[in-house]
């Protein structure tokens, strides 16, 4: 026995000594009468108790013999996914290499000492026979490297794991994005062996494919492309799109380095009754290492049922009668009009009802009173409706359409901003911007360069121009031109600057010099 904190033989008696010398003076005058037998048992117990403490506070270690290495296990993992297939380790595939290293240098000298287990990864881990080395085929779709060395950490627990060996080209391709997060902390070393040559094939790969859901029929869809290109530079190359096979698009891409990734985004109107497979590709060039990932294809389904949208109209006039005829045309909406036409014999409002099959009746008082009636459609439009109009419990029903059942409310005309009526109703959050002018200024932040629009003039601001429901032209720069040649609005409401998170896509000035929104889009809750 030896101690982890060494206790000198100096130590040791000074120690003795005072050990013996505080249980003596403890018992000198007892408050009980002692025997002498008592007294002498009572010092001997103390001391006894004391030295133990000082032992244990310089810890006492046992060494053990040393066990047999052969009960330690190492577990050799070998990668097997499709990037394993690249020639270029040593004239040969990367799979191929690493199971000649297995077999003629790692089995053969971890043997002399430890029990071996050979397993492959890639979807997952699977056991391997030392026999089938030669056999191994890179046919995985990914590798989840972490996953496999939680596996085995958790195979393997409570059993003596000299390390963990892994001969892989260093890609975990796992869908946790190998984060680490599962691989598990601590536990046996992990000795990687990298296979392939250290600076990498040259390579074009189509990263990923997303699109847009199509929510209407005859609806455009953003398709958002991602590619990289490694081993060429700067060289430029072309990026096809396809629908269904057919070529839609081809765009010259020029890298801005070596290796940095590239988002392209192509405009494309997915078929309305069929499925739609778009793919993006680009060719194969003949210096390529792997053409497998020069292609990637998503799914665009049709849109579902037709999208109902509800417009109430606080009195007849040109630009809601513009606003239902687009959305009527549109053959993937069913709108619903309701119309203020004016006041009977008994001072009720009267109104003009237009709405499909069974939702006429619902309508008769000018809105909807119940919230599953409102949550039928998808979208409010609100023309020219004074606050006073509604009740309060409209007012809040109309938040919880966009903010609970996800619809799309879209407000306008002077009348619906008059006096600031929807100010400090349930409303009011729902809206993009402030109902005030105090913020006013903070709109100037958002208008794009160049001189400030004439009075009532509307002008795109910077995210304006990029937005899809401002887009008019073909290209940003006909959009612009486009809503320059508008004749100025005939008024104008002075509103607040954009909510935290809103987007103020046109504006105008007024006189005096203030600037206000004419174009404002927030998300609410579920909807917009």
């Known amino acids: ?52 403490i000082v032992l244990f506070l310089f810890r006492p270690m046992i060494t053990l013999p040393p066990a047999a290495s052969q009960d330690a296990i190492v577990p050799v993992l070998i990668d097997v996914s499709r ?7 040593d004239g040969q595939s990367r799979v191929a290499r690493a199971a000649a290293i297995v077999k003629t240098d790692l089995m053969p000298a971890l043997a002399r000492q430890f029990h071996t287990e050979l397993y492959s990864v890639g979807d997952g881990l699977a056991p391997a026979a030392p026999g089938a080395l030669d056999r191994l085929s890179a046919d995985a779709r ?28 260093g890609g975990d391709t796992s ?18 062996v990298g296979i392939g040559s250290p600076d990498g094939p040259r390579d074009r790969e189509v990263l990923g494919i997303t699109a847009g859901d199509p929510h209407l029929d005859q609806a455009s869809v953003d398709l958002h ?14 990026l096809r799109v396809l629908a269904n096979g057919r070529l839609l698009d081809t765009r010259r891409i020029v890298p801005p380095a070596d290796g940095s990734p590239i988002d392209e985004v192509f405009t494309v109107s997915p078929d309305p009754l069929n499925a739609t497979v778009y793919s993006a590709e680009i060719p194969v060039d003949d210096a390529e290492a792997v053409a497998e990932n020069n292609s990637r294809a998503v799914l665009v389904s049709p849109a579902g049922r037709k999208r109902r ?17 687009a959305l009527a045309n549109d053959p993937a909406l069913e709108v619903d009009s309701v119309t203020r036409k004016g006041r009977n014999a008994e001072n009720q409002d009267t109104f003009f009802v237009q709405a499909g099959a069974g939702r006429s009746a619902m309508l008769t008082a000018g809105f909807p009173q119940r919230r599953q009636d409102l949550f039928a459609y998808d979208g409010l439009v609100i023309a020219n409706v004074e606050t006073d109009f509604f009740t309060r419990a409209q007012l809040a029903m109309a938040a919880d359409f966009v903010a609970e059942r996800g619809g799309g409310l879209l407000v306008l005309g002077g009348r619906s901003f008059a006096k600031r009526g929807l100010s400090g109703t349930p409303l009011e959050e729902a809206l ?13 932040t958002s208008l794009a ?11 795109l601001t910077g995210e304006g121009e990029a937005h899809p429901i401002m887009r008019i032209g073909s290209s940003p720069d006909e959009t612009r031109k486009i809503w320059a040649a508008l004749p100025p609005l005939a008024a104008s409401a002075t509103l607040g600057g954009p909510r935290p998170g809103a987007t103020i896509l046109a504006l105008t000035t007024a006189p005096g010099g203030g600037v206000f929104p004419v174009v404002a889009v927030q998300r609410y809750g579920q909807g917009r």
């Not at 492309?225 to 072309?238: K, W």
């Not at 993009?432 to 100037?444: A, F, I, K, M, S």
């Open 83 to 89: 990037s394993m297939r690249l020639e270029d380790a």
């Open 449 to 459: 360069s160049g001189p400030m629009p004439p009075h009532n003039k509307v002008m």
């Open 432 to 444: 993009p911007v402030e109902l005030n002018d105090r913020l006013g200024g903070l709109v100037r």
């Open 175 to 192: 869908r946790a994005g190998g984060s680490g997060g599962s691989g598990g902390e601590g536990g046996p070393p992990v000795f990687a």
């Open 225 to 238: 492309v991602t590619a990289v290109s490694f081993g060429f530079g700067r060289t430029p190359f072309p």
């Open 142 to 169: 990914r590798t989840d490297l972490a996953g496999a060395l939680a596996s085995i950490r958790e195979r393997y627990r409570g059993q003596r794991v000299a390390g963990i060996v892994m001969l892989s080209d």
């Open 1 to 52: 026995m030896h101690f982890a904190y060494p206790l000198p033989w100096w130590l040791a008696l000074a120690l003795a000594a005072a050990i013996g010398a505080a249980a003596f003076f403890q018992y000198r005058r007892p408050l009980a009468p002692l025997t002498r037998g008592q007294r002498v048992t009572l010092v001997a117990l103390r001391a006894v108790v004391l030295a133990a």
């Open 309 to 325: 949208v509800l417009l109430v109209e606080g009195a007849p006039g040109f630009e809601h009668s513009f606003i239902k005829r």
